[in-house]
T-cell receptor
């Protein structure tokens, strides 16, 4: 079953603008992760935020987590054409074996 | 760097054929996973394994089986391929936290 739901499903912006993607989930989690996928390729891990953290930064990425609302956001600042990809959130509900549940993804297009 | 490799990038098989998809990781990870990815449905977990010879069903195990005889290798088997198994198949491995993905196998069943 799909736990995370990304919003919007697709986003088109100009280079230099910021891109914000949101993720909502249904059950309590141990951590939430964001992944990036270039067209036709495997996923690449971007950032992990634990349930007791509210905000995390990595380079141009900023992730927030609101466990009371069961939601997270990924902000990419000063976007580049190379950021064009699909972005997925994934929740770890503390199941055995580090099982993740992925959302449907946001397709981001950054126009040069 | 962690490396996860999959045996084929593209595969075309006929209905009813037995299909093997192989995945190998080189970081001594305990956990390995098989997902399928379809447009509009995101990634769905087929099976995962948290140790050699151990396997657990994911969300959509029907029509699939797996084998993990060695820690570094996790195989996905389609016993009798059907057209509704045409999809992108992604393998991943992890110890804790993030998962590391292979490049994917795009399987077409005709």
């Amino acid at each position: 079953s799909q736990q995370g739901e990304e919003d919007p499903q697709a986003l088109s912006i100009q280079e230099g603008e910021n891109a914000t993607m949101n993720c909502s989930y249904k059950t309590s989690i141990n951590n939430l992760q964001w992944y990036r996928q270039n067209s036709g390729r495997g996923l690449v891990h971007l950032i992990l935020i634990r349930s007791n953290e509210r905000e995390k930064h990595s380079g141009r990425l900023r992730v927030t987590l609101d466990t009371s609302k069961k939601s997270s956001s990924l902000l990419i600042t000063a976007s580049r054409a190379a950021d064009t990809a699909s972005y997925f959130c994934a929740t770890d509900a503390n199941n055995a074996g580090n099982m993740l549940t992925f959302g449907g993804g946001t397709r981001l297009m950054v126009k040069p | 760097d962690v490396k996860v490799t999959q045996s084929s990038r593209y595969l075309v098989k006929r209905t009813g054929e037995k299909v093997f998809l192989e995945c190998v990781q080189d970081m001594d990870h305990e956990n390995m996973f098989w997902y399928r990815q379809d447009p509009g449905l995101g990634l769905r977990l087929i099976y995962f394994s948290y140790d050699v010879k151990m396997k657990e069903k994911g969300d959509i195990p029907e029509g699939y089986s797996v084998s993990r005889e060695k820690k570094e290798r996790f195989s996905l088997i389609l016993e009798s391929a059907s057209t509704n198994q045409t999809s992108m198949y992604l393998c991943a491995s992890s110890n804790r936290g993030e998962q590391y993905f292979g490049p994917g196998t795009r399987l077409t069943v005709t």
